[in-house]
C-alpha cells in the first residue's frame, strides 16, 4: 500500500483557467522535447523573465502549424496557456506525466532515480543503462492509480444505489459511500475525533459504563497519580466495495467502539500494579467470588466464573482476574483525542488514543488474581 507521504506527491496541482485536451497537451510536449524553436521560446520566457501571456501566445504562434491537421488553433492555444501556467508554477526539471491526460503526476528528483550500472547487450559487449525511475517509486505510483481507478469503479457503483432522494454535492461523498475509498476511509478516522473525551465515556453502557461508576470523571487532572495513555485499534478487512452495506453508519460504531477500548487500556494499566493472588482453578466455587460489585479479567477466567453463576463479569484480553468494589479513585482525561487509521495488507486499522491521569483513593477496592490450573480455549494439554 501507498503511505500518504508517496501519495502527496503525486498530487501535482497547477493552478490556471484552461482545461486542456489530453492529446494536444501531450502533442504540444513532445514538439517541446525536439522542436529548436519552441525551446528556444521556454529558455527566453525562463531567461528574461516574461510574461505568461508572451509565452503562451509564442509557444501558440509556434506550435500551431505543425499540428493544425489534427487540432484547432483555439486547442492548441489553450494547451500553450496551460504548459504556459505549469511552466511558471513548476519551472524547469523532469517530470513524469499521465499519457491520458497529458498532465504532470510527479516531479522527478535526482533521488527518484538510479543507476542500473553497466549492462550486457545481445552482441556480447556492455553498455551504460539509462538512468531509471526508483522500483519502489514506480510500483506506488502503479498502485496509487490501480486504486483511484478501482474507488471510482466502486463509487459510480454504489451511487446508483442510492435511494433518489440524496443530495449528492459536487465535490462531497455521502457519508454512506466514504467507507468505499481509501481517502473516505481516512476522514472517518479523522472524524471519530470530533467528539468530547469525557461526553463519550459518560454517554458509554456496557463495560465502560460499570468501571466509570467506580471512578470520579473529573474534568481537571488531580495532584498526583498515575499518568498513562489509553488506545483503542479496530481492524476491518477491505472489502470489495460493491458489496458494502450502505446502511451501516462506522463513524458512529467507531465513537462507540473507542470509550469501550480505552477502559479497557486503563484496566489493564492498572492491573498491572497489583500483586495477583493465585487460586486453584479447580477448588474455586461461587462463594469465593461473592463482595466485588464487578469482576474482569483474561475471558478463560471470566468463562468460569459465568459458569459458576458469578454475575457483572467482563471480559478483557490481556490482564489477570480483577474485583472492583465501590468508589476507588479519580480518573481524568482531556476533552479532545487522536483518532486517526492505517491501511496495510487489505486491512483498515482504526486507532483512538487519549492520555490519562489516574488516582486510586481506596487501593483496598481493587483485588487481583490468578487461576492455576485453568484451561483456556485452544490450549492443548496433552
Known sequence: ?????????????????????????????????????????????QREGLSVEWFRDMLAACAAPLISDDYTFQDVLTACHFLADEYAQLGEGSYLVSTETGRVQLVVTPDDLYDPGVLPREGGSEAQALLRLDPKLSAALTLYHHEKARDEDAMNVLVSRLPKTTELAVGHTPSALQVATRKGRAEIAREVSGCNTREALKGSSG????????FDLVGDPPSEGVLGEASWVSDHLVVDAKSLNLEYDYLRAFRRGAPQGWVRSILRDLSGGLKPRELQADEVRHETFEGPDLWVGDPDAIKLLMRLGVPNTFPVEGMPLMSLSGKIGTLWVPSEFESGSIESAGTWSVTAKVPYQLRVDRPDGLCAFTLAGLARAGEILA
Do not use: W
Open 207 to 214: 463495560l465502560c459504563g460499570r468501571v466509570l461508576q467506580h
Open 1 to 45: 500500500m501507498t503511505d500518504s507521504l508517496t501519495q502527496s506527491r503525486f498530487k501535482v496541482s497547477i493552478t490556471s483557467t484552461a482545461d486542456p485536451k489530453g492529446g494536444v497537451l501531450l502533442a504540444l510536449r513532445g514538439l517541446l522535447s525536439v522542436n529548436e524553436d519552441m525551446r528556444a521560446i521556454a529558455l527566453q520566457y
